[in-house]
Structure formats: structure tokens, C-alpha cells
């Protein structure tokens, strides 16, 4: 326990005599303060976070690290009282008032649309078809599947194979980016994405196959506006925002032909997202009004009652969960599978966590007291590295999610004794390595601590000719993994860190062993790499004329002969160029000047010696004016 520690509590003594006196909040302004009017307590007179449990250092703690992760906010809001207020914008009044895209924690907001409906009688229950409000459906084989299956990831539709069934190659970190890639690729590119969602068509029977379906849940905007004879955002803003004391300025992001994106970015402030954080821990009720029936949350969020999924055990409707997971597993946003006993382990069970790419939350813990407005909301925003593939590769992991989590955690009296903080492995993308050639891999873990902490690393499931050795304890520590391969093969290598008796949850880092022989790369004679495989190219936004480059790559067996052209129906890229600079790997480079603004669209593909093709990869890129 640091000083700091010891420190706050020492003053926490002083604060519980000083009450006795009148000082620090009493049961009558808690209750007053149980619900923002219509301004949050906190805000004009700030409060001191020690009567609400907080270490104040500890909070700043975490701030400082949201500060080094390019975060825009951080709030804490505990019994109706914002407790802690970070911006990256020093002016705060226009910090607080600044709106920020939430990315896909807004597919909790459809998912509050929905159970208001429900709760109005405008929906029967979640049970209900979606093909009672979209027609399309009625009549062939989406005819049965239901509201909650669309809510739970569950329709069956527009659903990828898990990453752990495509074999051994590709390896599953280029597996589960391909499934995220597919969906967001879609995302970017439909203009009516409304109508897109209806035309989906079935690859596995519902409730069989869980998938984090953009797509699919687009098409609950027709489902709600078919209900409520509102659009989601106009019904939202009547029937909830307004009433949470939301700024009227609150919007829902749309595509080119006006519709609202379900599964993503709503715009508000980080207090107004505070707002619906506490709205969900109050399980729908504000004020005197239950503006939604308790009882859905409990379905919602699968409380006592309501079985966890067997194929996610994590995820609720459109909100994921943190209670022990009864199939020792779950899985991320790129239906990744993660094995653990609880996807953050160290904190309360009942957390409900808002999600959205970038690391953007709004967690939620009810606590076990009978205070009124007993609980806390955190919430993060940040702008995500979109254009980075490497930033989103590791993005489903919420490596800067779980480690901000836990500092506040770890500054948090009250709740600190329901889940203490364990250390963490940072995550590592997979890699292909040469047979006969060592490959050195480092590995750190840390810890939310105050670096004095001793942490050690282990590796588990090395493969013959591996070895892993700690290259420096402490806090954050660092170790190296070495592997001589000396033959074709993968690699399933299981990471763990350990402190005080806690370990953390094991990180898997993937290693393909290749022979190259001249220009020729073998992963396989068996058919590892039957046909040449093109990793996802990301998306791109180019300034017109100035000329840009993009390289694109193929593995595979033997010498590849790369090739580009446009789809049919695609702008032109007059006078544009590629040149192939090796055999095995394969890599190329794409050159043009583009002299047009627009969005455009070019088709890569791989041939291999003996014939076989890779899937062509699309690249598409925006020219700006």
C-alpha cells in the first residue's frame, strides 16, 4: 500500500469526525443529490473525492495516464456527485460542453431505444420478430429471428466462422482483423446502410453463431421507426434526453442517405454521457419516473434469472458484462476468443460497460448499499486511431480500457475490496518468422501501481527450440521470448504476469514458422498456405493533388505475381502505377496523384506459380479538396 494510500486514509478519519459536526455529505444531500437538476452536484462547488471513497491522488493518477493515452475526458460520478473531472482542453466550461463521437458505445443508446418501446407497449417484448416491422424479412428464412437475437449478437446474419475455425492459417490475429475488416469496410462505404441491413441474408441458424454485427443491428432504426412512428434520434430526444436534462444539441451521426447509424456515434458531451450511465444504474428510473421498466435491465443485462450466452458469455443487449463467465471464456469485438474467468477481473462483477472502438466506455457499478443513488459511473472518451491497423488490431484486447479501469480501481476505497487489481501483459501481434533464424520477441507487463511493485512474467506453451527469460523485473517488467524454429509450423505461445499471488489474464501471441528458400516463402506442405493470402489494407484519406504511395503484400508458397485494377462501377485512377518489388513475400507498391476529390476504390490480387489466387483485397481511399 503506497503512502498515498495511507495518507488519505489518515485524512478519511479526520473527514468522519468532521461529519459528525456537519462537515462532508450527509444522507439528506445525497438524496438530493441522487439525480442531476439540473446540473450534476459537483459542478459549481466541487466536492472532495475522500467522502466519496476516492484517493484523490489515485484519481489523478488516472488522469495522468488518460492524459499519455490521447484521451479527451475522464469523469467520475459517484452518488449523484461528479467527483473527478479530467479534459484535455484546459478551458473547462467549453470542455464540458464539448461534444464527442462515442463510436459504438451508441450501441447501447439503441439498445435503451429499444426497451423504451418495449416499456411503452409499442414493441410486444423483445421477443418480438423483426420481421413485424420490416417486411422484407417476412416470409423467408429471417422471418423468425428476434429483437433480442439482433440485440444479442445472435441472428445469425451476416455472421463470420470464429477465428479459431479457420485452421491453421491465417493465424487468428489476421483471422479475427479479416472478420473486423469485412464489417467495417461496410461501415464506411454503403450509403444507405438501412436499406443495406435489410437485404442480409442467413449463414447460420439463429442463436448457434455470435457475431458483433454492425450490419445487422442497422437494421433496428426501421424496427424502432416502424414502433414509435419516430425517428430513433427524435424518439430518443423526447422520450430520454430531454427528460435526462441531455443538451438539446445531442445527435446521432448519419449516413449520405439520412439515416441514423445504430451501431455507432451519438454525439454528446462526456456529463451527458454520464448522464445515461447513471440512468442505466438506476435501471431506468429518474426522479419519481421510471422512464424505462426496471425489469428489462435485468434481461438486458442478464442479471439473476437470465442465462449468460454460450457463445459470449460477456455480452448482454448491446451492453457488455463482467460477471464470472460460466464458459471460462469470451469474446471481443473482432470475435476474438479470450479465455479468462471474468473479462476484468479485477473489479465488482455487476460492472455494465458501454463500449466503443478507441477505448471509449461508460462503466457503470451498482454498489452493495441501500444509499439512494449509491453507485458510480466512469466514463472515457477518446478519439481512435482509425487509420492506424495496428492500433485496431489490438483494439478488441481494451488494453488502455482495462489499465485505466484499474488505476481508478486501485484509488477506489469502496469498492477496492470486490476485486483487487491484478497486472496485465501488453498485447503483442502475431508474426511470421524463418525457420532457422532466431526470432526475438519482448514482452512487457505492468501494473497500477506506484512502480515499486515487482512483477514477473512467465510463458506457457512454448514451442521445441523456445525459450523465455525475464530481462527486467519491477514495474513495468520486461522479458524476451526466443524461438529458432526448425521446422514449418505455428505457435501458440500463452503470456502471464504475476504479482503478489494475482496473475493476469493470459495473452496469446501467434508465430508462423516459414522456410524460405531463394524467393520462395513455404508455410506449408500441407496446404498451411494452399493459396496466397493478401492481409486487409486500411483505409486512407489522401489530399488531392499531392502524390501518395500504398503498399499491399501477399504470402504464400512459392513466387506471386501481384496485379491491381478498379472494380467495375468504380471512379477511374487515371495515370496511376504499380510496381512489384519481390516474388516471396510478395510486395508491391501503388503510386498516384489523384486529381479529384472523391472516394475510390482499387482491387488487389495475388497469383501464385501453381495457380491458385488469393481473395482480392479492396483499398479504398479518400481524396479530399
Known sequence: MSHHRNAARAVRSLVVVAALWGAGPTSAQTRECEFPDPEWCGIDEPVDPLDFDFDPAGLQAAAAYADQIGSECLVVVRDGHVVHEWYKDSNLQRARNQRHDTWSVAKSFTALAAAT??????????????????????????????????????????????PEEYGSFPPRWLAHNANLARDYAWVLFEGDQTGSAKRVKKDYEPGTKWKYNNRVIQVLHQVVLRATGQDPEAYLR??????????????????????????????????????????????????????????????????????????????????????RLSQGFYRGNNNERFDAAQPFDFAPRNLVSMQGVGQNFVDVVEDNRSVPGDGTVFVHVRKPALYNPFALMTDARRAEHRELLRRLFAA????????????????????????GREARVEITASYPGDGT?????????????????????????????????????????????????????????????????????????????????????????????????????????????????????????????????????????????????????????????????????????????
Open 238 to 323: 423526447d422520450r430520454l434526453w430531454s427528460r435526462l436534462g441531455m443538451s438539446p444539441a445531442t445527435s446521432w451521426k448519419r449516413d449520405r442517405s439520412g439515416n441514423p447509424t445504430m451501431y455507432s456515434s451519438v454525439n454528446a458531451t462526456c456529463l451527458d454521457l454520464a448522464r445515461v450511465g447513471h440512468l442505466v444504474l438506476k435501471n431506468g428510473r429518474w426522479g419519481e419516473e421510471a422512464l424505462i421498466e426496471p425489469e428489462l435491465f435485468d434481461e438486458m443485462l442478464r442479471r439473476e434469472g437470465h442465462d449468460q450466452l454460450d457463445e459470449n458469455p460477456a455480452y448482454g443487449y448491446l451492453f457488455w458484462l463482467n460477471e
Open 412 to 435: 477506489d476505497d469502496r469498492n477496492r475490496h470486490r476485486g483487487l487489481p491484478v497486472p496485465m501483459v501488453t498485447p503483442t501481434p502475431g508474426r511470421i518468422v524463418d525457420v
Open 117 to 162: 418501446a418495449v416499456s411503452e407497449g409499442r414493441i410486444a417484448s423483445f421477443h418480438q420478430p423483426v420481421s413485424d416491422f420490416v417486411p422484407e424479412w417476412a416470409g423467408d428464412e429471417r422471418q423468425s429471428v428476434t429483437i433480442a437475437q439482433v440485440l444479442s449478437g445472435l441472428s445469425g446474419l451476416n455472421t463470420d466462422k470464429y
Open 453 to 625: 511493485e515487482e512483477i514477473r512474467l512467465a510463458a506457457e506453451n512454448l514451442p521445441d527450440g523456445a525459450s523465455f527469460v525475464m530481462l527486467r523485473g519491477g514495474n513495468p517488467a520486461t522479458g524476451l521470448l526466443r524461438w529458432t524454429p526448425g521446422s514449418i509450423g505455428t505457435a501458440h505461445v500463452r503470456l502471464r504476469a504475476e504479482y503478489e499471488g494475482r496473475s493476469s489474464a493470459p495473452e496469446t501471441l501467434d508465430l508462423l514458422a516459414c522456410a524460405r528458400q531463394g524467393s520462395t516463402l513455404d508455410c506449408g506442405s500441407e496446404g498451411i498456405l494452399a493459396a496466397p493470402v493478401i492481409p486487409p489494407i486500411p483505409f486512407r484519406i489522401v489530399p488531392r493533388s499531392r502524390p501518395f504511395v500504398a503498399g499491399v503484400g501477399a504470402v504464400g508458397n512459392g513466387p506471386m505475381f501481384l496485379s491491381w485494377d478498379v472494380p467495375p462501377g468504380e471512379p477511374a485512377v487515371p495515370d496511376a502505377s504499380f510496381e512489384q518489388l519481390s516474388e516471396n513475400p510478395a510486395l508491391g507498391v501503388f503510386r498516384w496523384s489523384p486529381t479529384r476529390p472523391g472516394l475510390y476504390t482499387v482491387r488487389f490480387r495475388a497469383t501464385a506459380s501453381s495457380g491458385a489466387e488469393a481473395e482480392p483485397v479492396m483499398f479504398r481511399f479518400l481524396v479530399t479538396f
